[in-house]
């Protein structure tokens, strides 16, 4: 693995301005170039993306994080992902041997839609790297999966529609998402990719598993979301043995972009009630349970 950093200025992003990010630096594994932005001081939060998930969708609510962890921004490029690494699975290696890499000590993980199922799967098949979970809308139970219907060259319109089924209110969806899913997908080898990736997704149900998931974990979740519905929400809370869900109201799939500054809030309460438990445990003091609410 070859650690290359290179300067990244999101000030010149008119979608994030003064968005508070230092570096972002190229992790190269299994002949990848992995996307890496770092921000902040203190415990390691690793941000995993879904499919077609930027890391600059997270830096409107990185105000909150900076000041309570060193968060680490991830984004592989996942439709460039072939063979059996084009899976959950594959994912999911490529994810722990990047963290390996990034922290020297278990991380939080926060992952959007599939991002939020690589955690679970990393917390359930390497907890030695999982501190705790946040998972935002995430896959793993049931989603109506992107993928559906793709075709093998997506218009803009076909692109424009599927995306803005994502928000609860699609005016707040990027103008720039369209035209970058646009020209990540106009290679018929990023649509196979696309709908491989989903339907791994699918596949790959943890129902059964959940409740080896022995981390302290956060639902925060839009209460419009069509894609993992609220259903699946709660039965995420059901199933996990420490769980807490906070609904985010008016909005969709993507909280990041929709309600950057209320997913913010919840993560910074949840960072701060773990920073509480292990001070809590360093002291001898008993700590209790996350408690479930609506």
Same mark, same amino acid.
């Given at each position: 693995?070859?650690?290359?950093?290179?300067?990244?200025?999101?000030?010149?992003?008119?979608?994030?301005?003064?968005?508070?990010?230092?570096?972002?630096?190229?992790?190269?594994?299994?002949?990848?170039?992995?996307?890496?932005d770092r921000a902040g001081f203190g415990p390691p939060v690793v941000v995993l993306n879904g499919l077609l998930g930027l890391n600059e969708h997270w830096f409107a609510l990185l105000p909150h994080l900076i000041h309570r962890a060193e968060v680490f921004l991830v984004?592989?490029?996942l439709l460039e992902m072939r063979g059996p690494a084009c899976s959950v699975d594959g994912v999911t290696r490529l994810i722990a041997s990047v963290v390996e890499s990034l922290a020297d000590q278990p991380a939080v993980f926060v992952g959007?839609?599939?991002?939020? &199922?690589? #955690?679970? !799967? *990393?917390?359930?098949? +390497?907890?030695?790297?999982?501190? @705790?979970?946040?998972?935002?809308?995430?896959?793993?139970?049931?989603?109506?999966?992107?993928?559906?219907?793709?075709?093998h060259s997506p218009?803009?319109?076909?692109?424009?529609?599927?995306?803005?089924?994502?928000?609860?209110?699609p005016a707040r969806m990027w103008p720039s998402m369209i035209e970058d899913s646009y020209a990540e997908l106009s290679r018929r080898s990023s649509a196979r990719a696309l709908v491989k990736l989903g339907r791994s997704a699918k596949n790959d &149900?943890? #129902?059964? !598993? *959940?409740?080896?998931? +022995?981390?302290?974990?956060?639902? @925060?979740?839009?209460?419009?979301?069509?894609?993992?519905?609220?259903?699946?929400?709660?039965q995420f809370s059901e199933m996990l043995p420490d769980a807490r869900l906070r609904w985010i109201d008016r909005c969709g799939h993507a909280p990041q972009v929709e309600q950057p500054d209320e997913l913010g809030r919840h993560l910074a309460e949840f960072l701060d009630e773990l920073a509480r438990r292990d001070a809590g445990r360093l002291g001898g003091g008993r700590t209790g349970g996350g408690a479930v609410a609506g």
């Open positions: 693995m070859t650690d290359q950093t290179t300067p990244h200025d999101p000030l010149d992003d008119p979608a994030a301005p003064g968005a508070p990010v230092t570096a972002s630096t190229r992790e190269r594994v299994t002949g990848l170039d992995i996307r890496v984004q592989p490029p959007n839609s599939l991002g939020g &199922h690589v #955690g679970l !799967r *990393l917390a359930l098949d +390497r907890p030695d790297l999982v501190r @705790a979970l946040a998972l935002v809308g995430s896959s793993g139970l049931f989603e109506r999966g992107f993928e559906k219907g793709v075709e218009s803009r319109q076909w692109l424009e529609r599927k995306i803005s089924e994502l928000f609860f209110d &149900h943890l #129902g059964e !598993r *959940l409740g080896g998931v +022995r981390v302290p974990t956060l639902l @925060a979740w839009g209460r419009n979301d069509i894609v993992t519905p609220p259903e699946v929400a709660v």
